[in-house]
């Protein structure tokens, strides 16, 4: 039986051939679509449990996919995007709306692996802590988690985080006291190390925020220590 259902989405039927070889091997299940509109209607049909997503496509945009698999309330499906451009700006881009980026030329092997971290992820049935709190719902201010549900309310309007975004809040929520470095927070919510740790942490820092602060007289609720890292404020 399959591990987990994978949709890869990508206009050159031989990257996915290849993609499909190695997660077959794997024991995962795969879904094909070469446009964005196929990529999307097997989302909501098959909900898989993670994308695979190639930027460049001949009717819509990957990122474009990932807007309207938000509209639909699939936001929680784990992307992977894959895709030839390779400078910063989209990648960056695509770290605020993906869980991950790895850039044309890949290697298989460690695509595969990726997509299995994000499903280890994913799978857990606690958010990575250090210090694990059994509580079902973390309230400061206006802010209220609801952990079994993965969701976030501010004044009761639902902020829509992805799964990396939900996983980064709650770890620093539960450990409020501590900072944590970049460095830190990579490896505990991406288990992995990594050269570019720091700018993949940045960006999601600064998309966490944007989503948490754009309410009207909205709290800071991730606070930058200087030289140090990143911490929740906790004096709210």
Not at 167 to 179: A, D, E, G, I, Y
Request: net charge negative; with cysteine.
């Amino acid at each position: 039986m399959a591990l987990a259902n994978i949709l890869v989405v990508d206009d050159e039927t031989e990257i996915i051939d290849i993609i499909e070889l190695y997660l077959n091997k794997a024991g995962y299940q795969v879904f094909r679509a070469t446009t964005g509109e196929m990529a999307i209607n097997l989302a909501v049909h098959k909900r898989p449990d993670l994308i695979v997503l190639d930027i460049v496509l001949p009717d819509i945009s990957g990122f474009q996919v990932t807007a309207k698999l938000a509209d639909l309330g699939l936001s929680d499906i784990p992307v992977i995007f894959l895709s030839c451009r390779n400078e910063e700006e989209t990648i960056v881009q695509g770290l605020h709306l993906g869980d991950d980026y790895v850039t044309k030329p890949f290697s298989p092997s460690e695509l595969t692996a990726r997509v299995e971290a994000r499903l280890r992820r994913k799978r857990a049935t606690t958010t990575p802590s250090v210090a694990a709190e059994n509580q079902q719902q973390l309230c400061f201010a206006d802010l209220v988690i609801d952990l079994p549900a993965h969701s976030v309310r501010i004044r009761n309007t639902e902020v829509p985080l992805s799964t990396t975004e939900f996983k980064l809040l709650c770890l620093l929520v539960q450990n409020r006291h501590r900072v944590f470095s970049s460095e830190q927070l990579y490896e505990l919510v991406w288990h992995t190390q990594g050269l570019d740790d720091v700018r993949t942490v940045m960006v999601h820092i600064s998309n966490l925020r944007r989503k948490l602060e754009k309410f009207p007289d909205s709290k800071e609720y991730i606070l930058t220590v200087r030289g140090a890292g990143y911490r929740f404020n906790h004096a709210l």
